[in-house]
């Protein structure tokens, strides 16, 4: 039998990415992630509808920066960098702090105080970063990156560094293979908006390639605190639950603009109701479980499913950019009604259980 391990996406997609024969990849088997269609969803909201879900919460780190990740560090190492920097709501540091590792070099990591999901933090301080809290927010946070890497030897792995989008256009190639053509719709949470651009890139690129014959609307999601791109300008304190997408200066403002006007698609916002009530009707109806950001893609298109700008009949695919394995808190604070009992140890306690909480 002939050996087919999968080595990462650099690997799989490498005429397509800017890496050189020799160059060492730092990877940890990123991508080739589920793409997972909805049973349950389009009946429930009574609409006909092909829905699929990209599940980026199975990469190594549990979100999609993996994709963006080993390309960066990648670049970083062949560089001769010994140090990467970030400044994150969570994911972003935990792909660095694990490429990092991987690459047996130095990552820092800047997060807000307090504002970034247990797993997350767990994952920055497990895979040995050097954690830096700041008592300010992502946006504060990506500043002082920028200042400090024109002053110290670091190399930034946020979205602004190309390569970051390099990688995370990979998703897009995934899914036209899978479906065998884009889909009609590609809706995604927005924070920096590095993954919208990075998709539609990728996107462009297999059309380019003769690999698809369409390019689908690009439709972008944030959470109503932390709006700027319903406000149309920058937002100074931004707020919600999601806090992954807590973010109120993106970093590809323009180009989100761009994709949005080439796409033909839009943005739009939700609240922190809807979107946690998004993350609850995917786990218990879909049995797939995802942060709080990401269930603003599925949120956002089942709004406009409803309301008809999205027409029945469509092909659309959302992202679950992290796993909603990263914010425990956020999922037991919001499940007060599951039923949890606490029994004895005893034959008779379970047995009423089962008979008292038998489904129909
Ligand atoms: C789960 O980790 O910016 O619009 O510092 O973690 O490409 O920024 C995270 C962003 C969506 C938004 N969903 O993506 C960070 C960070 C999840 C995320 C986004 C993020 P972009």
Not at 55 to 74: C, H, I, Q, W
Not at 282 to 308: M, T, W, Y
Request: glycine residues 10%.
């Amino acid at each position: 039998m002939s050996s087919k391990r999968y080595t990462g996406l650099i690997d799989k997609y490498r005429d397509y990415l800017p890496v050189h024969d020799d160059t060492r990849l730092i990877s940890l088997g990123e991508g080739q992630t589920p793409l997972i269609r909805l049973n349950n969803v389009p009946r429930i909201i009574g609409k006909d509808v092909d829905i699929y879900v990209k599940y980026e919460g199975l990469n190594p780190t549990g979100s999609f920066k993996d994709r963006g990740m080993t390309m960066a560090v990648t670049k970083a190492v062949e560089e001769g960098s010994k140090a990467i920097i970030c400044a994150s709501t969570g994911n972003t540091s935990a792909a660095a702090a694990a490429y990092a590792a991987r690459a047996g070099i130095t990552a820092f990591v800047l997060i807000p105080e307090g504002k970034i999901a247990m797993g997350k933090l767990a994952q920055a301080m497990m895979y040995g970063a050097v954690t830096l809290q700041i008592r300010g927010n992502f946006d504060e946070g990506m500043q002082l990156v920028k200042e400090v890497a024109e002053e110290a030897p670091v190399t930034i792995v946020n979205s602004i560094n190309p390569f970051r989008l390099q990688g995370q256009k990979t998703a897009a190639f995934e899914i036209v293979e899978e479906l065998g053509a884009a889909p009609d719709y590609h809706c995604l949470p927005v924070g920096n908006a590095g993954n919208i651009t990075a998709h539609w890139m990728g996107y462009s690129e297999y059309l380019k390639a003769g690999l698809a014959n369409t390019r689908p609307k690009m439709i972008g999601y944030q959470a109503a605190g932390s709006a700027p791109f319903m406000r149309g300008h920058m937002v100074d304190k931004p707020e919600t639950i999601a806090t992954a997408i807590r973010i109120g200066h993106p970093q590809s403002w323009d180009k989100a603009w761009n994709v949005q006007k080439e796409s033909g698609g839009w943005f739009d916002e939700l609240t922190d109701d809807e979107i946690l009530q998004t993350q609850r009707l995917l786990a218990q109806h879909e049995g797939v479980f995802c942060e709080p950001a990401s269930a603003a893609s599925l949120g956002g298109a089942i709004r406009d499913v409803k309301n008809g700008k999205i027409p029945e009949g469509s092909k659309i695919v959302c992202t679950l950019t992290g796993n909603g394995l990263k914010d425990p808190d956020t999922a037991i604070g919001q499940c007060k009604n599951a039923v949890m009992l606490t029994i004895d140890a005893k034959l008779g306690a379970v047995k009423d259980s089962i008979l008292k909480n038998m489904a129909g």
